[in-house]
């Protein structure tokens, strides 16, 4: 966290310089981003646009913990929607850059932000990919800021009863949460959340038995192509769920069409499904073993609530952890 801290110590420091509000600049963050940042390099390169997110290594639930931040800087200029060509994202390494250096200037109202982009191109989820009511697990809340950025921007969603309880709590041949079936979310059916081709999937990886997670990497997952470097990934899925289904590498398909089941395999301790618009750079670092970077992203319209009822529609949502959500009112 040192870096980290010293980065939001000198967006502090400079802010007031600025005339803006130091204490609403700090809350936005993460939520709506600066424009306008200049990074100068150690080469001299200026690096600039809207600085969406910093992704953190210094505190990592798996692999190998260091002082580096990687700055995620979007420039909607520089977008193409060939992957290999699209550099809308320039990530840039702490280590290439004096962050004592980092110049942030008013919001340039002539460039487009990240956000009207996301939903421009389309890059919003159309639906949540379950039928009924689910559980935000966690979102860019705790852990999923410690995984290398697979999952910063990413909705953890399971099933849970009435009280919460993710599986089982007694009765007939329930093992207390110690066998994949007594969890509610378990084999329940994944929907495209979106329309479009399936670039690849993988789903040959078994299931760990609950709360015996397997480190990252060997997790069944569903990428959906969208344009330029941008994919939507669904993670977790059931071992053979895929196949099962029918689903084939470069076909389309549609918003709603069941593509899997929920599965526990890879990095999960209970049976869930991991969902995340991905940026997929072909230069630069890239997040998350290669698979890319988990960027924001938000779905066009959910019904949330804090609880099990009194459910609202709202638009363009990022739902957080403890929200109950549902394409359907409840
Ligand atoms: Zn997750």
């Known amino acids: ?25 700090a809350t936005q963050y993460v939520e709506e981003s600066l424009y306008g940042t200049v990074i100068t390099l150690r080469d001299g390169t200026k690096v600039r646009g809207e600085l969406v997110y910093v992704y ?11 002082d580096e931040q990687i700055y995620a800087i979007f420039d909607p200029t520089k977008y193409s929607p060939d992957p290999r060509q699209d550099r809308s994202f320039t990530m840039i390494s ?29 890059f919003s989820i159309e639906i949540l990919p379950f039928n009924g009511m689910w559980h935000v697990l966690e979102y860019n809340e705790s852990y999923h800021r410690k995984e290398g950025g697979c999952g910063n921007f990413a909705w953890d969603i399971l099933k849970t009863d009435q009280l919460g309880n993710y599986h089982c709590q007694s009765g007939n041949g329930c093992n207390h949460g110690y066998s994949v079936s007594d969890h509610y979310a378990w084999n329940q059916p994944v929907l495209m959340p979106i329309t479009g081709f399936i670039k690849e999937f993988r789903d040959d990886f078994p299931d760990n038995p609950p709360y015996l997670e397997h480190p990252p990497g ?41 593509i899997g089941r929920v599965g526990n395999s890879g990095f999960s301790a209970v049976p869930h499904i991991h969902m995340t618009l991905f940026w997929k750079a072909s230069v630069g670092p890239n997040g998350c073993r290669g698979l890319g970077w988990s960027v924001p992203t938000f779905f066009q319209k959910l019904y949330i609530s804090d609880t099990n ?11 957080h952890k403890g929200q109950r959500v549902s394409n359907d009112r409840f």
């Open 309 to 319: 009822r009194n459910a609202e529609l709202k638009k363009d949502v990022q739902p």
């Open 218 to 258: 060997s997790s069944n997952y569903v990428l959906i192509e969208l344009n330029g470097g941008y994919y939507l990934g669904l993670v977790h899925f059931r071992q053979g769920s895929i196949t099962a289904n029918g689903i084939k590498p470069g076909n389309r398909y549609e918003v709603g069409t069941e």
């Open 56 to 66: 953190d290594f210094s505190k990592l639930i798996f692999g190998e913990e260091r």
């Open 94 to 122: 702490s280590n290439d850059f004096d962050p004592n250096s980092i110049q942030i200037n008013p919001p340039n109202p002539n460039i487009q932000r990240y956000e009207d982009f996301v939903r421009e191109m389309g």
């Open 1 to 25: 966290m040192k870096y980290f801290q010293r980065w939001m110590l000198i967006v502090l420091s400079i802010l007031p310089a600025l005339g803006c509000d130091t204490q609403k600049v």
